[in-house]
């Protein structure tokens, strides 16, 4: 019984809640959550904080699902915030040349045909990210670099750095409505993490994309075209930050090609405390939803803290530290 | 093998340089340098040439600190945070106390080698990635910094670091003088130094050597420890350096406009042929692939482009330049498994 | 004469488990001494303990010419001149050749490089081995076998009284291992004490003038060479005798499965002509190099023949990627079970069910946690595969259960042609024994296997019949039972 630690209630209760990263941010989460209650009192659970919560999450969160899938897969994306504006410009674009009357099957089809296009110009993004990756074999973060710029480029030059805004209402709903008190927003990243879940951990795409992140090689000698996996994984990665793009737009009502670039490194900030391997090969969509509620549960408390937004950047910071530290100490402290 | 040794040294090195990842560079910017002097005479001036140096020094002196990163095997990314903080540090001190040349960078350096150890204590004690650690780092130097200073700009420097340095001045033409000033100064000895550690002492090659074999580094006896320690530190000296040269360019301290700009460094260096694997890259290589960024913006601009459309050629640029890159590398392996 | 190492009494534990238990080891100067024993017998522990790397536990006794040490550390060891070769060779694929060898002269405090002197350094250890190689070429440019020679350089160089080779075998051409062997034989003139490691008991014995045997941590003697033979070896090491009897030919009137005629691709094989029939176990053998890989690969569609024909039950097929290949029931188990045949961080779960995986997909191409598990508890059972938790990552298996895993991965694919790529590598004999076990029941069953290998008991033992290819080319297609092991030996080497 001598390596009976102070760590040994916490890795039980840790294993209990399936082990590793999981139950290590479950515990923090529930610390988190008691430090607040305690700080704040009862504001902290006012409807109104929770939809703020609610609110503000989805954006990061669908952009982090599109970077943990190329992550997953020992890549890395990062044109998602570029591929976002492009996007939201392109479906901006389409809305605002005309809108056939404010009601009516033609002002509904407008504006499914802008979504569609903005999907589009996501998914070729995606095809040639992937085709770059998959079929030239350049490492991923030099070809997502080179198309990142490359869709800044574009959407720059063609907009001169200008905002496009004024949409029409189911638009603006997707950003700010409600259905029955939960953002639609909210509901927008359900059905987007949902699917992935899916995908990762119950189709042979998803076991393909992991055994590709840990040994690509192996896995095509086992008979899997790990090409056109990769390509599929590059242009799925593209159509959920076209997804962000259309919340993000939504919510501000204009599209421009520079909104959200500090997005983007706190996107693979998100995916790396949800316990996705930065080389390649683990990570669910749980411990991101996890990781996803931590940080926007940071921010919200220090935001009714009357805390600087930037403390707050800290503080995810040091919290990336502390988990990413958590393996090697529990190691020490068995030792 | 038996006859290279016989042939002379000087023929198989030229014959290893064509074959490199630098000498297609160079040939890349030789053809863009043509074309553009070309097609608008002012291109190939002394005033331009002097002029990109300036612009990019602060771009350049990162570059080299993140090539020995990556060399060494790492990689970080919190470089312009340690910069933004080293800048303030160093100019709130010189305005409160006064300072000097040597004092100031002194003070600079110092700063971004301590926020360097922090980044390789954490990567070393926690063995935690270093992707991992620098994407974390960034977020707390600037975070804190912002949170303390409120993101406030400083305007008032002090006067000898406004005016700057003028060296070597000489005239060329009847209207137009040139000199060294401090932009060319620091990136030229970045270079110099940094080309030194690299290649000149036995230092770098550990260096060269941990980032190609970590494992065999450790069963000879390398002191990985303190070699780790000396690459992130050497990241932050450059860092804020950088952070000084930016200060003196932009004549203010803007704690906000540094962080974000990662990627262009990261660009600049991959770009130079630098591996994220480790092991590989070259201070002529990061100096090319710094000179391909710039040398196509800036014959953007004087050929008349709008600068928003700048982004998009680079983009062009840099994916064009990988891709046939990757595609020659798998070429030549597939001849040699046929051969 | 006093020995170059005197060592007794030596004991390591690691926890409760004892990974050596009062090993004696003598060597003499000028000796080749080989150290042989199956994985986990403690023979990595005694090189540890040798190169200083492991303290031993108290109360064991060192001694290098004459003086007593009571453990050693990788600094006083590196000082005495024990220099170790691992397997892996730990070589700086991205310096140069010089700076390989002349390593020593970067170590140590700030100073700058002396680039002639370096050269010169090398230049000396390379005469002493008759390296012609430029000493300014990245060490990542040389074939395996000149990488080789860089660590044997690089041992030189630091003053090597006694050199300890980890397989230095494992990856060489017959050719060059005959190159190796000469080298150390002059060394060994040259009054160096060599230490080689290996698993190949052949090599061994030609090459050792005495062999120490550890089973279980504890040293079950030293022989000399010329007292012992590789059967008698393997009993030593294993506590297990095994026979194999020559399997006979049987088959003429079984259909046949693959057929090529004329088969060729520049630079790797050319006129491959070949028949595999249904329930046989066809060895091919020959030297690495000889592009019997090649060929295996070009049947698994990763290698596409330039010229000829495959047949299948009589049908010609073109075989555009290794996917179709597997459809037209062909599965192929690489030679590099670490790096091709298996994903090691992953599950032994994702291993199995990778090949697999569209089958089972259920309604909506979803795949459930039980068909999953299902799968991979009738897999396990069957190939008798020791696992305490399918979820745990391959990696932590020995190489005989990593091995079952490749075959489960593959004969849940159904196939009639069964590609083996030498299955036993890195295999303990008596785990091998297992493997030979499966590929005879798969044979009995109707598949038509290729097994692969350079090791020639093994294709002789264990296959109906025997192809023999050299420089791309089959020279010999005979029936195991009208050959012999000398008749096979001369025909790949001739």
Known sequence: MKEKSPLSLVTRIGRSLGGGTMGTLTLLLVSLWVVFALVIGERFFSVNTLQSMAFQMPELGILSLAMMLALLSGGLNLSIIATANLTGLTIAFVLTRTVPGSEGMAWVGWQLLAIAAGFGVAGLIGLVNGYVIAYLGVSPILATLGTMTLCKGIAIGLTRGNVISGFPDPIIFIGNGTIFGVPFALVVFALCAVPVAILLNATPFGAKVYMIGSNEKATRYSGVDTRAVLLRLYVYSSLLAGVAALVMMARFNSANAAYGESYLLVTILAAVLGGVDPFGGFGKVGGLILALVILQMISSAFNLLNLSQFLTLAIWGGILIAVAAVPHLRALLRR | MPDSLKAPSVKAALARFRRSHEFWLLAVILVLCAGLGAANPQFLTMQNLFDLLTSYAFVGILALGLLVVLIAGGIDISFTATASVAQYVALVIANAYGANWFSLFAMAIGTGVALGAVNALFVQKLRIPSIIVSVATLNIFYGLLIFVTGGKYIYSLPDWFATGIFWFEFDWGPTSSYGVNLQILILGIGFLVTWLLLNRTNIGRQVYAMGGNPDAAQRLGFHTFRLNMLVYCYMGAMAGAASLVQAQLAQSVAPTVLVGKELDVVAAVVLGGASLAGGVGTVLGTFLGLALLAVLQNGLILLGVSSYWSPLFVGLVILISVSVTAWSQRERRARRVRA | ?494
């Open chain 3, 1 to 494: 004469m006093t020995p170059f190492l005197d060592m007794s009494r030596i004991s390591k534990r690691f926890g409760g488990v004892h990974a050596l238990r009062n090993v004696d080891l003598t060597l003499q100067t000028g000796e080749v001494h080989c150290l042989v024993g199956e994985n986990g017998s403690g023979k990595s522990t005694l090189i540890k303990i040798i190169s200083g790397v492991q303290a031993p536990e108290p109360g064991g006794r060192i001694s290098i010419a004459g003086q007593d040490y009571p453990h050693l550390n990788p600094v006083r060891s590196t000082h005495c001149g024990i220099q170790v070769i691992y397997q892996d060779l730990s070589l700086f694929p991205n310096l140069t050749v010089a700076e390989n060898i002349a390593i020593g002269q970067h170590l140590g405090g700030v100073r700058r490089v002396d680039w002639a002197a370096m050269s010169v350094i090398a230049l000396n250890a390379m005469a002493k081995v008759g390296a012609e190689f430029d000493p300014d070429t990245k060490v990542a440019e040389l074939p395996i076998a000149g990488r080789q020679l860089v660590a044997i350089c690089r041992a030189l160089a630091a003053d090597a009284k006694l050199i300890i080779m980890d397989e230095p075998t494992a990856s060489l051409t017959r050719h060059e291992v005959d190159a190796l062997i000469a080298l150390v034989s002059e060394l060994k003139r040259a009054g160096m004490c060599i230490v080689f490691v290996s698993h190949r008991l052949d090599e061994v014995l030609e090459i050792a003038e005495r062999v120490t045997v550890l089973r279980d941590g504890v040293k079950v003697g030293t022989f000399d060479a010329d007292t012992i033979d590789s059967r008698k070896l393997s009993h030593l090491m294993t506590g297990h005798a095994f026979d194999y009897d020559i399997h006979p030919y049987r088959l003429a009137a079984a259909p046949v499965v693959l057929e090529l005629q004329g088969l060729g691709r520049d630079g790797d094989y050319e006129d491959v002509d070949l028949t595999l029939r249904a329930g046989e176990i066809l060895g091919l053998t020959g030297l690495l190099g000889s592009g019997r890989t090649e060929l295996a690969l070009s049947l698994f569609g990763m290698n596409p023949p330039d010229r000829g024909v495959i047949l299948l039950d009589g049908q010609p097929v073109s075989l555009a990627s290794n996917a179709e290949a597997i459809r037209k029931g062909i599965a192929y188990v690489p030679e590099d079970r670490l790096t091709l045949g298996l994903i090691l961080d992953q599950s032994i779960t994702s291993n199995i069910t990778l090949t697999v995986l569209g089958r089972l997909a259920g309604r909506l191409g979803l795949i459930t946690a039980g068909t999953r598990n299902g799968h991979v508890t009738q897999w396990v059972s069957r190939l008798g595969i020791k696992v305490s938790d399918p979820e745990n990552p391959v990696k932590t298996l020995s190489g005989g259960n990593q091995q079952r895993v490749v075959l489960a991965k593959w004969m849940a694919t159904n196939p009639r042609v069964l590609i083996l790529d030498s299955p036993t590598v890195g295999v303990d004999i008596s785990a091998k024994d297992g493997i030979y076990d499966i590929i005879r029941q798969l044979a009995d069953a109707g598949v038509a296997v290729l097994l692969i290998s350079d090791e020639i008991p093994e294709v002789l033992y264990h296959s109906h019949r025997v192809l023999v290819m050299r420089h791309g080319r089959l020279t010999l297609d005979v029936p195991s039972s009208q050959t012999s092991e000398p008749a096979l030996r001369q025909a790949v080497n001739a």
